[in-house]
């Protein structure tokens, strides 16, 4: 890695310009200035490596056994646990769910929340308050809104079906959370309600950097509103839709609250996400080695998307890190 | 085609803008202000009369949770734990991020590496061991149980934007205290941690709000009910009052207000948070 020469490279610009990152300063000197830098880490190091490193660690062990969670794990079963998970449909099904909602998430309400950004970007009387309004969902919990509409989505008695009585579409109500068919889409639903504004909030904030001569330049050369938005737009906006896309699968990947108050994953595991199943096994069932071994799996698919948006997002971030720390100091 | 023309095309062709604004906008408030008002009907009324106004205006919903020890003790509780896990969380996360801003030393990107990796682990990775390991050292209905997991979990995102922040005070303010005879710990001190209020102030509202609507975490620890929070507390009541939904309206308003009136207050920190949070990490 090239983090071993950046140890020197403040030393290298002040005592041996443009020489090689020297070995000059003592050893002494060297261990005390890391020690004083690192030193600095250590109550974070110590809450982040106990909190969360260790337990993950810990639950990789505890996936190796049967056990249920009192006592210490004596029933070594290998990696049975795992070879269980790979073929419980409960599990499989989380898996499609999680890809359903991301599927969702990216077709509809990705282009609602760019759709609405690029809307409240123009000069709209009264713009601040629909982005006001469109965003305060996302600073309430899940449990709120989750109980909320439960209320509100209650078979007959619920606003949306007195709503679409009073309106003679009867027909379209039902049973919402109640159904196999419809939990998903009424779930998927209140999900945009809840965050879409979040998305737009991004979408904007990436609108906003980009040159307004740009789009003068083009509406000049004859360009019409759908092809500025075409090729200026949304080329520019590209890392900004990145980042929201890879927001919402970590989303759809954690989901928990707002299932367990609106349909606890039912009916029949029809809108059970991964860390639904977990809580099951784990807190219900005391299956604490299999639930174990479905957090690693939680783990191992956050890792693959961990890495990937370190090497498509984050990149450019430490590059540019790096590079500064040689230029200017 | 004359200029009056296309001025009131202009003006004309924004109506249907207008409109899909106007729409959204009632979708998402018509939620709010129905159990707003809901909160004020009977259960009768409510289901007699689920659209209009109620008559009579019913306020002993309100009056009633407002008169519980319970809800302002959950309030109280959700205060405690939010205000701790942020001091927590910023602190430790503040002096890190120094550390990975403002020096060059071996290790140092595999130590952020390490930190921003946690970005993406779902607490629900860790709950179970964290359960147990919680269990083991009594910290089961108590509030550190919670509070010292949340700030764990927070600082990813937190040393990530306060790195960023850092790294943009230029190095000359740092020469210039070093050679006054400024320590490390007196430059982050009594110069970094002043110039960097805004982006503390950012990331001490982030904290607050996933503290104040973090559900599973005091769901789990908390079996007791005297250290419930509001998420908690709303579940718990869903389900003592389910057949009372007026009720359930008037307690789901109560338990909004905390945070909406935080979002009134705090909402371009949030913002610029979220944002900040999504660009930088």
């Known amino acids: 890695m090239t983090s071993t020469f950046v140890e020197d490279a403040r030393d290298a610009t002040v005592e041996a310009p443009g020489g090689a990152p020297g070995n000059?300063?003592?050893?002494?000197?060297?261990?005390?200035?890391?020690?004083?830098a690192v030193s600095f880490t250590l109550p974070a190091l110590i809450l982040f490596g106990a909190l969360v490193l260790a337990p993950i660690m810990y639950a990789l062990y505890v996936s190796l056994f049967n056990w249920g969670g009192f006592g210490s794990p004596t029933d070594y079963t290998g990696l049975d646990n795992y070879s269980r998970l790979i073929k419980d449909p409960v599990f499989l099904g989380d898996l499609w769910r999680g890809l359903l909602l991301v599927g969702f998430s990216v077709l509809i309400q990705l282009p609602f929340a760019l759709a609405m950004a690029v809307l409240l970007n123009q000069k709209l009387r009264g713009r601040a308050v629909y982005r006001m309004l469109?965003?305060?969902?996302?600073?309430?919990?899940?449990?709120?809104?989750?109980?909320?509409?439960?209320?509100?989505?209650?078979?007959?008695d619920g606003l949306a079906d007195k709503v679409l009585g009073a309106i003679g579409?009867?027909?379209?109500?039902?049973?919402?959370?109640?159904?196999?068919?419809?939990?998903?889409?009424?779930?998927?639903?209140?999900?945009?309600?809840?965050?879409?504004?979040?998305?737009?909030?991004?979408?904007?904030?990436g609108l906003q950097g980009i040159p307004a001569e740009l789009h003068e330049a083009a509406r000049i050369d004859g360009a019409n509103a759908w092809e500025r938005f075409r090729y200026i737009t949304l080329p520019l906006l590209g890392p900004t839709v990145r980042i929201s896309a890879f927001l919402s699968v970590i989303g759809a990947i954690q989901l928990f609250d707002l299932v367990w108050v609106?349909?606890?994953?039912?009916?029949?595991?029809?809108?059970?996400?991964?860390?639904?199943?977990?809580?099951?096994?784990?807190?219900?069932?005391?299956?604490i080695g299999y639930a174990s071994a479905l957090s690693i799996a939680l783990f191992l698919i956050s890792l693959v998307f961990a890495i990937a948006y370190q090497r498509f997002v984050l990149r450019r971030d430490t590059e540019g890190a790096l590079t500064n720390m040689r230029a200017t100091r | 085609m004359s200029a009056p023309d296309a001025v009131g095309r202009r003006r004309f062709g924004k109506v249907p803008l207008y409109l899909?604004?106007?729409?959204v906008g009632i979708v998402m408030v018509t939620p709010l202000l129905y159990a707003l008002v809901s909160g004020f009907k009977s259960t009768d009324q409510l289901s007699s009369n689920p659209f209009g106004l109620p008559s009579p205006w019913v306020t002993s919903n309100y009056t009633d949770i407002l008169a519980s020890s319970s809800f302002w003790r959950m309030l109280g509780s959700s205060t405690l734990v939010a205000i701790g896990t942020t001091v927590l969380t910023v602190g430790a996360a503040a002096l890190a991020a120094f550390s990975l801003a403002r020096f060059a030393y071996r290790g140092r990107e595999l130590l952020f590496t390490l930190f921003t990796m946690g970005l993406m682990f779902p607490f629900a990775v860790a709950i179970l061991p964290l359960f147990i390991l919680l269990r083991t050292f009594g910290l089961l209905d108590n509030p550190w149980g919670v509070i010292l997991p949340q700030a764990a979990f927070g600082l990813p995102i937190t040393i990530v934007i306060l790195r960023g922040f850092f790294r943009q005070i230029p190095g000359e303010l740092?020469?210039?205290?070093?050679?006054?005879?400024?320590?490390?710990?007196?430059?982050?001190?009594?110069?970094?941690?002043?110039?960097?209020?805004?982006?503390?102030?950012?990331v001490?509202?982030?904290?607050?709000?996933?503290?104040?609507n973090n559900f599973l975490l005091p769901l789990l620890v908390f079996s007791n009910e005297t250290w419930w929070t509001i998420p908690v507390g709303v579940q718990q009541f869903q389900g003592q009052y389910a057949a009372d939904i007026a009720r359930v309206f008037a307690y789901l308003v109560l338990a909004m207000v905390p945070a909406l009136a935080f979002y009134a207050v705090a909402e371009r920190q949030l913002i610029g948070g979220i944002t900040m949070g999504a660009t930088k990490g």
């Open chain 1, 24 to 36: 000059r300063r003592p050893l002494v000197r060297r261990v005390t200035d890391w020690l004083t």
């Open chain 1, 134 to 156: 469109f965003f305060a969902p996302y600073v309430l919990s899940e449990v709120i809104t989750g109980v909320l509409f439960s209320m509100i989505f209650a078979p007959d």
């Open chain 1, 169 to 205: 579409l009867d027909g379209l109500g039902g049973l919402w959370f109640a159904d196999q068919s419809t939990v998903m889409p009424t779930l998927f639903l209140v999900m945009t309600w809840k965050y879409f504004g979040f998305h737009m909030m991004l979408y904007l904030a």
């Open chain 1, 262 to 287: 609106t349909s606890a994953g039912g009916p029949d595991h029809a809108s059970e996400t991964m860390a639904i199943t977990l809580f099951q096994y784990g807190f219900k069932r005391y299956q």
């Open chain 2, 20 to 23: 899909i604004v106007w729409l």
């Open chain 2, 174 to 202: 740092e020469e210039a205290a070093t050679l006054d005879g400024c320590s490390p710990f007196g430059f982050f001190w009594r110069i970094l941690l002043p110039m960097a209020r805004p982006a503390l102030g950012t």
């Open chain 2, 204 to 212: 001490s509202v982030l904290a607050v709000v996933s503290s104040w």
